[in-house]
RNA sequence: CGGGGUGUAGCGCAGUGGUUAGCGCGCCACGUUCGGGACGUGGAGGCCGGUGGUUCGAAUCCACUCACCCCGACCA
């Protein structure tokens, strides 16, 4: 590709809405151009690179196994209705009407459809495993897009889905895509950490995400430096600060005036905030759930939505706390049987507790469970903490924030039994088919990748999935040695199968070439010059390298195949 | 959905009631340059996000509205 033609143009300066580094070296190299929030078009330098990262993952599904297939992002809704998930999805799902007012979505994912395929083609035992995987466009409609690729309404994706004869089978199906996501991450130079993930509300077994750690990231990643334990925050089981079990002290009302929060209890009655009980007061489903949880942990707002089985959880606003009749500030379980209640574990880890007496600027001491009040459910609900200490080797949990760019599930048989996918077993017996599901974010990986590998004059392109291999720059290209050697030069390259971007601009002066070649970040850089020329030399740069060497013009071709360790 | 902000030339921005709306970069023409973001001369390019109001007069004031960005909430 020659720049004078390429469709694409370098910014001189940082985009003042980008943030992050990926996004802002993506706007400056002319890789993406923003359409609408959150949606975004590939430029011609993306496009490739992108099709590289999938031809990449393209041959490790295939290497593990899995048919690549395509299907369709429009579907109707009604599918979605069948397993409940359009209420799970919600406002996320983009949905409309076709010209007969039947209600369709723009698919966020293809567990429905996939199920309904592999239902129509297979009916034995013998026939499993199977996976498949397709390269396709998602939509989701986030809340708030944000940070360039990194956050989008309509995204590629990679989704492969496994359907085995059993859990055991699962577990090797997922084992072999999870060997395959690695093979992947490191394919693309980016470091990932596989930690263990909610599997969401359909429950399936396990789940791991694939972490870029990056500052940048929006997940937080608990790992234990000691063990290699590694978690998202909304999976991460941690240990607290355990707490003495004192024998009960009665039941002791105390004057509390104007304390309406934990910091503010605990230091008036000089005790400890492990000593005390908190009140949180949430709207799952709409329907008030009353929250207990010991006063210096945080509720994990994802572990509650689990137990609680609802597909909408939020806080409570004023009125609904009005409603239920509950006191904001001092409120605490004792007495209360109107709403339900839920109680982290941590309740018991401790005791004689300062609660809540239900009525203003008044608080109980020495509040025991099961003694003084109750629970309608007691489960582990508490977030995990800096300070918190590793469940399995004790030692002190670090956290890490992380750009996601994989996720893969256990599923089970929510889908096959919401959809009557069947296979017939040995003894003739009918039985759901056990899945999983796993994603890649190719578009992500991109961003990820740039995230990862750039420096202060721009992006750093891993190898495989550069745009191009060479970034070829001719000084001065009006003089016309230059321009004859450079355009030679050019068509050898190609000849030996290097993919070179040829910077012939005859306008643009050297300075501009070589911040332009920089900031798109090729893996070699050659230049051709009147200078070099006098020598029948090339210069050669790896973009990571500080100094150039002068090949000879008749080798240059050979001497680049070397640098890429190309064959 | 809450809080904050921005919409003026392809891009980045200035312009707070008064001629024909400006600057930098980029773009076009000619010339000079030619190894780390050159220079001169001359040009092209605007529904000042939209609608409605106030006014003799609105990019500028008011109301409504749309879009986008950032923080939070949210996030299979």
């Given at each position: 590709?020659?720049?004078?033609?390429?469709?694409?143009?370098?910014?001189?300066?940082?985009?003042?809405?980008?943030?992050?580094?990926?996004?802002?070296?993506?706007?400056?190299?002319?890789?993406?151009?923003?359409?609408?929030?959150?949606?975004?078009?590939?430029?011609?330098?993306?496009?490739?690179?992108?099709?590289?990262?999938?031809?990449?993952?393209?041959?490790?599904?295939?290497?593990?196994?899995?048919?690549?297939?395509?299907?369709?992002?429009?579907?109707?809704?009604?599918?979605?209705?069948?397993?409940?998930?359009?209420?799970?999805?919600?406002?996320?799902?983009?949905?409309?009407?076709?010209?007969?007012?039947?209600?369709?979505?723009?698919?966020?994912?293809?567990?429905?459809?996939?199920?309904?395929?592999?239902?129509?083609?297979?009916?034995?035992?013998?026939?499993?495993?199977?996976?498949?995987?397709?390269?396709?466009?998602?939509?989701?409609?986030?809340?708030?897009?944000?940070?360039?690729?990194?956050?989008?309404?309509?995204?590629?994706?990679?989704?492969?889905?496994?359907?085995?004869?059993?859990?055991?089978?699962?577990?090797?199906?997922?084992?072999?895509?999870?060997?395959?996501?690695r093979n992947v991450f490191r394919r693309c130079s980016i470091p990932v950490v596989m930690a263990e993930a909610d599997s969401g509300a359909i429950g399936g077994k396990d789940s791991h995400e694939f972490l870029l750690p990056a500052d940048s990231g929006e997940d937080?990643?608990?790992?234990?430096?000691?063990?290699?334990?590694?978690?998202?925050?909304?999976?991460?089981?941690?240990?607290?600060?355990?707490?003495?079990?004192p024998d009960p002290l009665p039941l002791e009302a105390v004057d509390t005036p104007g304390m309406k929060t934990i910091a503010a209890v605990s230091e008036f009655l000089g005790v400890d905030e492990a000593q005390t009980l908190k009140a949180v007061f949430y709207a799952a489903d709409g329907a008030v759930v009353f929250v207990t949880i010991r006063g210096d942990l945080e509720v994990n707002e994802v572990k509650l939505k689990n137990v609680l089985h609802c597909n909408?959880?939020?806080?409570?606003?004023?009125?609904?706390?009005?409603?239920?009749?509950?006191?904001?500030?001092?409120?605490?379980?004792?007495?209360?049987?109107?709403?339900?209640?839920?109680?982290?574990?941590?309740?018991?880890?401790?005791?004689?507790?300062?609660?809540?007496?239900?009525?203003?600027?008044?608080?109980?001491?020495?509040?025991?469970?099961?003694?003084?009040?109750?629970?309608?459910?007691?489960?582990?609900?508490?977030?995990?903490?800096?300070?918190?200490?590793?469940?399995?080797?004790?030692?002190?949990?670090?956290?890490?924030?992380?750009?996601?760019?994989?996720?893969?599930?256990?599923?089970?048989?929510?889908?096959?039994?919401?959809?009557?996918?069947?296979?017939?077993?040995?003894?003739?017996?009918?039985?759901?088919?056990?899945?999983?599901?796993?994603?890649?974010?190719?578009?992500?990986?991109?961003?990820?990748?740039?995230?990862?590998?750039?420096?202060?004059?721009?992006?750093?392109?891993?190898?495989?999935?550069?745009?191009?291999?060479?970034?070829?720059?001719?000084?001065?290209?009006?003089?016309?040695?230059?321009?004859?050697?450079?355009?030679?030069?050019?068509?050898?390259?190609?000849?030996?199968?290097?993919?070179?971007?040829?910077?012939?601009?005859?306008?643009?002066?050297?300075?501009?070439?070589?911040?332009?070649?920089?900031?798109?970040?090729?893996?070699?850089?050659?230049?051709?010059?009147?200078?070099?020329?006098?020598?029948?030399?090339?210069?050669?740069?790896?973009?990571?390298?500080?100094?150039?060497?002068?090949?000879?013009?008749?080798?240059?071709?050979?001497?680049?195949?070397?640098?890429?360790?190309?064959?």
């Amino acid at each position: 590709m020659r720049i004078s033609r390429l469709v694409t143009r370098t910014l001189r300066d940082d985009p003042p809405e980008a943030e992050t580094a990926s996004h802002r070296l993506m706007l400056r190299a002319g890789l993406i151009q923003q359409v609408a929030a959150g949606v975004y078009a590939y430029l011609p330098l993306a496009w490739r690179s992108l099709r590289k990262i999938e031809q990449i993952v393209r041959e490790e599904m295939d290497a593990a196994g899995s048919q690549e297939l395509r299907m369709p992002a429009l579907q109707p809704r009604e599918l979605w209705e069948q397993t409940g998930r359009a209420a799970a999805f919600g406002d996320n799902m983009f949905s409309l009407e076709d010209r007969r007012g039947r209600p369709l979505a723009l698919a966020p994912t293809h567990e429905e459809v996939v199920t309904n395929i592999v239902k129509g083609n297979v009916q034995s035992y013998r026939d499993l495993p199977v996976i498949l995987y397709q390269m396709q466009t998602k939509f989701r409609d986030e809340p708030r897009p944000r940070a360039g690729l990194v956050r989008v309404r309509e995204f590629t994706m990679k989704d492969a889905y496994s359907f085995d004869a059993g859990e055991d089978g699962l577990d090797v199906s997922y084992n072999v895509m999870a060997q395959a996501y690695r093979n992947v991450f490191r394919r693309c130079s980016i470091p990932v950490v596989m930690a263990e993930a909610d599997s969401g509300a359909i429950g399936g077994k396990d789940s791991h995400e694939f972490l870029l750690p990056a500052d940048s990231g929006e997940d937080t990643v608990i790992t234990c430096p000691s063990c290699g334990y590694a978690a998202n925050a909304e999976k991460a089981a941690g240990v607290y600060p355990g707490q003495p079990v004192p024998d009960p002290l009665p039941l002791e009302a105390v004057d509390t005036p104007g304390m309406k929060t934990i910091a503010a209890v605990s230091e008036f009655l000089g005790v400890d905030e492990a000593q005390t009980l908190k009140a949180v007061f949430y709207a799952a489903d709409g329907a008030v759930v009353f929250v207990t949880i010991r006063g210096d942990l945080e509720v994990n707002e994802v572990k509650l939505k689990n137990v609680l089985h609802c597909n909408e959880l939020r806080l409570a606003d004023d009125d609904e706390v009005a409603a239920a009749g509950l006191v904001a500030g001092s409120a605490s379980a004792i007495g209360i049987s109107n709403v339900r209640r839920v109680a982290d574990a941590s309740i018991t880890n401790g005791g004689n507790f300062v609660v809540g007496a239900n009525r203003p600027d008044t608080h109980y001491r020495n509040a025991n469970y099961p003694r003084d009040f109750d629970a309608d459910l007691i489960a582990d609900i508490a977030l995990t903490e800096p300070g918190h200490q590793c469940a399995n080797c004790g030692a002190e949990l670090e956290f890490t924030r992380g750009v996601e760019v994989g996720h893969i599930f256990k599923l089970g048989t929510f889908f096959s039994e919401a959809l009557g996918a069947y296979y017939l077993d040995q003894d003739g017996q009918q039985r759901p088919m056990v899945m999983g599901c796993y994603g890649i974010g190719i578009s992500r990986i991109l961003a990820a990748a740039i995230e990862q590998n750039h420096d202060e004059q721009g992006i750093v392109f891993p190898p495989p999935i550069a745009p191009y291999d060479v970034h070829l720059v001719a000084l001065n290209m009006s003089d016309e040695t230059v321009a004859e050697a450079a355009g030679e030069l050019y068509d050898r390259l190609w000849a030996a199968g290097i993919e070179t971007l040829f910077d012939d601009r005859a306008e643009a002066a050297a300075g501009v070439k070589f911040n332009d070649a920089d900031l798109i970040g090729l893996p070699v850089r050659l230049v051709v010059s009147p200078r070099n020329l006098r020598q029948s030399a090339v210069e050669m740069r790896r973009r990571t390298a500080r100094e150039a060497e002068m090949v000879a013009l008749d080798d240059a071709v050979e001497a680049v195949r070397g640098m890429l360790g190309k064959p």
